[in-house]
C-alpha cells in the first residue's frame, strides 16, 4: 500500500500551483477540479491555472493525460468557453462517473437512477 500514499505525498503541493480554483480534489491518480465562471476575468483565471497546473506537472516530471481530462458545463447561463491543457482542446462531456456516481451537466439523478434499475 506505501505506492498510493507516496505518490498522494508527491502530489500534495498540486492544490499550491492553482490557487484561484475553488474547489480541487485529488483520489488516487485522478485529479478533479472546479469553478465559478461568471465573468470573461474568471474564465482567464480558469485557463490560466490549467496552464499553471501543467507548469507544475512539468517542474515535477510528470504529465496529465491530456485524452481524459474533461470539461464539464453547469448552468443554464454557461457561456461554455474552451478550454485548453499544452495547446490542445480538452473534451467536454455532460456525463462523468466519479467513484461510481453517476454526475451529469444538469444535476439531475436520472442517470445514476437508470443505472440502479
Known amino acids: 500500500m506505501p505506492g498510493p500514499i507516496l505518490f498522494l505525498i508527491f502530489i500534495n503541493d498540486l ?3 492553482a490557487t484561484v ?3 480541487l480534489a485529488k483520489f488516487a491518480d485522478n485529479t478533479k477540479l472546479g469553478h465559478t465562471v461568471g465573468s470573461a476575468r474568471e474564465r482567464e483565471d480558469l485557463q490560466q491555472a490549467l496552464d499553471q497546473l501543467i507548469e507544475w506537472a512539468d517542474t515535477w516530471g510528470m504529465a496529465f493525460n491530456i485524452k481524459k481530462c474533461k470539461v464539464m458545463h453547469l448552468g443554464f ?3 461554455k468557453h474552451v478550454y485548453t491543457m499544452q495547446g490542445e482542446q480538452l473534451e467536454v462531456t455532460e456525463e462523468e462517473r466519479d467513484i461510481g456516481v453517476i454526475m451529469t451537466s444538469s444535476l439531475k439523478p436520472s442517470a445514476q437512477c437508470r443505472k440502479a434499475d
Open 21 to 23: 480554483i475553488s474547489a
Open 15 to 17: 492544490d499550491n500551483a
Open 77 to 79: 447561463n454557461n457561456t
